[in-house]
């Protein structure tokens, strides 16, 4: 073979002749010759093999040629031939590789087969997948349209083809084919040629589909051969970046692409590179390509996630991109610091410069907590997460990310608040310090081993041993002066006293040995006698020649001396030491040194256990700050944020944190949430909290259950009680042996066979009124049980008792139950009704403080349950009423007796808490007796009418009926359309007419009511003008004509009762009558909205909680008075301050409710008289104006509000006119009318506080204005800051002439209103704009109080005068019920 071939560029340079011997296309054949030399070709591969390319490599050419044109056959053919080439080119290379060196022509030959058949195969590849691209983009279904079945048309099945070209194609390139070229060197065209074809099926759109994961993996591979073994890596890494920038969703295949190279096919360093690679972009170019910015953001994340191993020493060129401008990029660079912390930076086992990374990477993090992008300060929280979770987080640290996650709890972004929740969740599920964080019960341990710690450390301190200093350190102290005194001693001599004690020195030291001379002169060092050691030391010489100890001395001179003084100090010293240690006390040495060694692990155990409370303690310190703000969270309108704080309030209540437990309450009224995400989530976490309990038998998961759901109803308030019955109700319907065994434990608890607190007793009665709800027979059957437990002769001792006894009768009703068919009620003389009235009868002369609840709630149940319940409540009236004239009679007889004057005042007040509770039984007695007729009689009236009518339906038309079968219902006349009118009004007739009758037995207390409500200054009982006030409201509910006799005492005792608790109830009541009678109510609103100035915080609460039922529910018309509930925003107390709030966010979802108030609310806030602060108002008019937000609104609010300016007189009215304008989202429309109004406010300007929030305005306009409107501001602003320095008049005579011209010229603005038709507009003067005032001042009420000593009273009620008039009655449609 005497030709190469030589891969192309293009198709078209096989055409052309190049260099020698280079092999050229000899002909391209037409599309109608390729059949039969695709025949050819088939024929010479069976009997040639795979070598048969080189003389058919024309054929296969001449196909890709007229790839566009030929029949789909043709191609298909072609590619099954071309596969069966490379293939068996894989089966014949190995053997003819290992066999030896090839000769050269043998080698070109294997060679041109090879290039030839992949180049060729590559092609057809590239092209067919062009082709099924450009299909699928063409046969897209349409909207509407049904896609067509692939096997509808002609098409090759290239999905299922492309799997086997990689596939042939890895086999080849597996094998040592690199000997085929010369020195083992691949052209890179070859390698192009491969790499070419992968990376176009890889830019396929559905690679990334799990359908497609095989041919995905495959070409992974054939990639990670051309890399590891044909120096693919550099231009791997450039595609790589490539890929990236233009198809975003191969970002995760990318990155598993990059994986399996570096860890199946050891190229680990092409992580770096291609990390490099991104690491070097800079702002600007991540700017102009934002697609890209988001591909190598998930590709670095998930890289991460595959290699984190191999991203750690190259981390550092990413580290620029968190200083970048791409918050994508900084997530990115988070997660990877992130992914490594938690996959390889973790454990205790690691080395210094991995526990500098670590700590580096946390640094890092911390710092991004606080990003500016929210997006970035989410993930990053989440990052935080997944380290917690995975217990990644040194223990060092807890304490300062708790301490930044709760900061991130007061976030704007609710992302960030939901990703912080999730994060001290996660913290306190995985915290190493204990299962219960309760900082009162850490407290006392912690406390207990601090003082153990200090008196350890005392004994310590006691037991230590004082300081030994070595001969060492004393010799080093004492040296210089020794070495002076040595000096002098051998320069001067001695005198005679020196050689006197000389003498005596050595009539002493005859009888000693060497060696005691030697401890002599150590002693004489010790006791700073230098000079005598000296002496000594030099004579010693002399005296024993032949001892060691001074067998240097033969040369006497300084330096000698000094160091055999020097050897004799620190060597007796040693030596000592030495024989003591051998000698004396060896034991005990050692056994006091093992002593020390304990005591010394001791402390430093005791130390790490104080360090421990102290971390717990700091740790469950930091999660109760968290409960406290996320709990105010779960009212959120967020629903994923609710969810979140639901979830964390079960974790901490498992976790045991204190006050975790007023979370779980407070999210307890989502069960009534109206989204069904919420309700789930609170449904869900109270059956994990309480309704699955653990234990090892039924009964024990029995108790546990009751026991917790026990607990949560300790002194829980009706509302929380009611919110669970919702959860307890479903857990009961369940047909279980747990259901059951949790209810017989519940009547055990309650009849006393186990000792149980009274606390349990209530909540086991409360848990099976629950239980009733859902199974009636639970209670009805046990109905003689709960009679004479709780109603019995014992009932006088826990009327609290009783009055849950009687709640849980309630739920067996069905006006609880809201049964279908006859309602259930039991006989007048049934036991329970018995004990029910004997407890109200022994309990009205008592003073128990529980009574008053216990018998409303009885008052409710005979109502509900007893048939002909208002004869049984008259005989209750007659016979309480006989016991308490009794009592009072007893008291009067004994006060004439001789007793002590204080006995006498607490016996009348016995008898005022008497009277009290009679009015109180009234009360009750009057306001369920309508409720009984509007609720139980009409619809039970309704049920028989439904019954009649569907036998009528059923019955034959003809049939006569007789005459005895004629009910009620026919005698009233109750038929036809007009039927429920027909009941309505006769009910209502009775209302009016019979109840409040001269023998009916309500019309015999009503006087009575009135005489003490009149008279508070006889009546000063607090207890009984409570009650007298309260029964006299629901003797009002009975009808119109009570209603109205009484509506001025009602309202007296509202603005003049000195006590809060008649003031509130008051206010409840009046608030009920509105809605039962709102014409006769509506003159008086005035007087309610008055009391949201109350200088009680209990009686504004109850005011703007009323009103604002009042409002929302249009019952009563939103007035000028609700600038009232606008000054409660700044109210002290938080609560009113949050109700007040929230009447306006839901005012504000009225149409164009509180744009029509605003005008008033300012000029009543801005007046004098009121003397608001600027700050206060202020405050309160950012808050409501945050609330416009149409364009037109605002449009139209500058108008007004600047028209306002030639109303307002004080310099302080314009300064809030002023700030209201710039309060406002101004847009160009509203420039505009600022323009126009411009005479309104001009001769203000010279004010500060009228100009500077104008100012204001014109820098907002101009911060997001166009370049023209920019101008009109600007010169507008020119014009403010003219008039405001120099005054409107000196402005206006500067004007020039030629200035007034161009002013002339100067287009007046349009008006947007539509011209009025058929009149015009008249013309506005001054007084049109004034504020309307009262026409006159109401005088104040003078009210006279009766004492003990007047005999004639006069009535404290407002005069006649006082009394507002009807101006606007209420039409209604329908007839108000009652409502309770």
Known sequence: MSWDFVLPVSLDDLLKSGAINQYVVQDVLSPKQLPSHLNGFRASLRSQGPLCVLEHFDTAYSVLQHCRTVDVTLKEDTLELLIQVVRGLSVSLPSLLMSGPLSAADRKQQLNAVKMSVFLLCKLAENLESDSCRESVVTAPRKGRKKEKPGCKNVLQWDSEREKVLQCLSQLLQLDIRALWSLSLVEEEFVSCVTCCCYKLLENPTIGHMKSKPTRDVIIHVLGVMVKKYNHMLGACVKVIQLLQHFEQLSSVCAQAVATWSSEYGMRSIVGEVMREIGQRSSEELAREGSGVKAFSSFLSELSTLVPDAMIPNISVLLPHLEGESPSLRVAVCEVLGEALVRVLSGDGLEDSARADRDRFFDTLQEHIHDINSHVRTRVLQVYARIVNSKALPLCRYTEVMELAVGRLSDKSVHVCKSAIQLLAAFIAHNPYSCKLSSVDLKKPLEKEMAKLKDMREAMRGTTPVAVISASDLWSAMEPEVSNTVRVHLEAGSDSEEEEEEGEEDEGGQDRSDRDTAVQIAQFLRDNKYRKAVRLCVKAHTLYPDSPFFSNLSTVNADVVISTLATLFKGSDEQACESGARDEAPPLEKEGKEVKEGEETELKKQELLVQYLRDTEGFALQVERAISVITNMLYWKTTTVVQEAVQFCVTACEFSVADSLCGVRKMLPLVWSSDTAVKDAVIQAYKRLYLDPQGDSTRAKAQTLVDSLSELMFDAPLGTIQCLEEIVQEFFSSDSALQACVVQVLWERFSGKRETSALHRRAAVLLLGMAARAERKVVLSNLDTLCSVALGEKVTEDYLLARDTVITIINITDHVRQAKGPPLRLPADHHLFSCLTQAIADGVVLSDPHWQTFMEQAVRLVYFLAESPDQLCGRLLQRTARLVLKHITEDGQTNQSETPEGTQDSEQQVSCVSLAQLLSVCGAVAFWQVSYLERSVSSELRRRRGEREEKEEKEPATKSKEANDSCVEEELGLTGASAEDTEAEFIRKICETELMAEGNILSVFLPLLVKVCTSPGRYTHTQLTTAACLALSQFMMISPAVCSENIRLMFTVLEKSPLPVVRANAIVALGDLTVRFPNILEPWTPNLYARLCDEEPSVRLTAITVLTQLVLKDVMKVKGQVSEVAVLLLDPEPHIASLALNFFNELSAKDNAIYNLLPDIISRLSDPERGMSEEDFNTIMKKLFSYITKERQTESLVEKLCQRFRTAKTERQWADLSVSLSLLSVCERGFKKLQECWECYSDKLTEDGVYQPLLSIMAKLRRRA???????????????????????????????????????????????????????????????????????????????????????????????????????????????????
């Open 1266 to 1380: 166009k370049p023209q409107f920019k101008a009109q501001v600007e010169e507008f602003e020119k014009r403010l800051t003219a008039v405001h320095t120099k005054g409107l008049e000196n402005v206006e005579n500067e004007e020039t002439p030629q200035e007034l011209v161009e002013n002339t010229h100067t287009p007046a603005p349009k008006s947007t209103r539509r011209p009025t038709r058929g009149r015009g507009k008249p013309r506005m003067d001054d007084s049109d704009l004034v504020t309307p005032k009262r026409s006159r001042a109401r005088p104040k009420a003078v009210i006279t109080f009766s004492s003990d000593e007047d005999q004639e009273e006069d009535d404290a009620v407002m005069a006649e005068s006082e009394t507002p008039k009807v101006t606007t009655p209420i039409s209604r449609t329908r007839r108000t019920r009652l409502r309770h």
